[in-house]
């Protein structure tokens, strides 16, 4: 089954961007229906969806973060990558990468990379 | 956007008991397409259920999902020591895509 891998950086500062790479081992999101996407969870809260990329390029945000979000794909990297500009404390958390097949839900999740906004 | 509501926050049982979680949504959810999550500390979340009712791959059957339209149920037949844990709704047929706030699961 198909494995995803976040890397990134750990630490960023206030106002900073943070540019998020998620690669997955194999071509799927360039199968009709698929999607890779990123979900993230502060500290002790509950999971906040972010954004998510279609085999087709069809991109969709959340709307409270849509502003300051970027997800673009590079199919022959097997590569996912998201951008959140204008960086500030509340937004430390983990963040996942994910996978969307037919079914809709989320059935392979990375293991996730700890940012933390902090000057 | 949808909001969904866990409930209850916690859940106090022991071993060998049975597990009924709650999660209503504020409307209803288009074609079911409501996903279950466990998550274990320091671990990503783990699909259990989608749509409402259909068993991920692998995952054992006492676990099951139930409900339609703003009310469904995961239920855990008989707990197991592993199963104390966090587990999470999520709806997917309406955008934005939202979570439920996690119902903790604890040893009684």
């Known amino acids: 089954q198909i494995t995803l891998k976040e890397s990134g950086p750990t630490l960023v500062k206030p106002t900073q961007t943070l540019t998020l790479t998620c690669t997955f081992s194999d071509s799927s999101l360039t199968t009709s229906g698929v999607g890779v996407g990123w979900v993230r969870q502060p500290p002790g809260k509950a999971l906040e969806w972010l954004a998510l990329i279609y085999w087709n390029d069809d991109k969709h945000y959340s709307p409270s973060l849509k502003s300051r979000l970027t997800i673009t794909k590079d199919t022959s990297k097997n590569q996912v990558v998201l951008t959140m500009t204008n960086m500030d404390p509340v937004d430390t958390a983990t963040y996942y990468c994910?996978?969307?097949?037919?079914?809709?839900?989320?059935?392979?999740w990375g293991q996730g990379t700890m940012v933390t906004v902090s000057s | 956007e949808i909001v969904l509501t866990q409930s209850p926050g916690t859940l106090s049982l022991s071993p060998g008991e049975r597990a009924t979680l709650s999660c209503r949504a504020s409307q209803s959810v288009s074609s079911s397409f409501l996903a279950w999550y466990q998550q274990k500390p320091g671990q990503a979340p783990r699909l259990l259920i989608h749509?409402?009712?259909s068993r991920a791959t692998g995952i054992p059957d006492r676990f099951s999902g139930s409900g339609s339209g703003t009310d469904f149920t995961l239920t855990i037949s008989r707990l197991e020591p592993e199963d104390f844990v966090v587990y999470y709704c999520?709806?997917?047929?309406?955008?934005?895509?939202?979570f439920g706030q996690g119902t903790k699961l604890e040893i009684k």
């Open positions: 749509g409402a009712s």
């Open positions: 994910v996978h969307r097949p037919n079914i809709g839900a989320f059935d392979i």
């Open positions: 999520h709806q997917y047929g309406n955008s934005p895509r939202t």
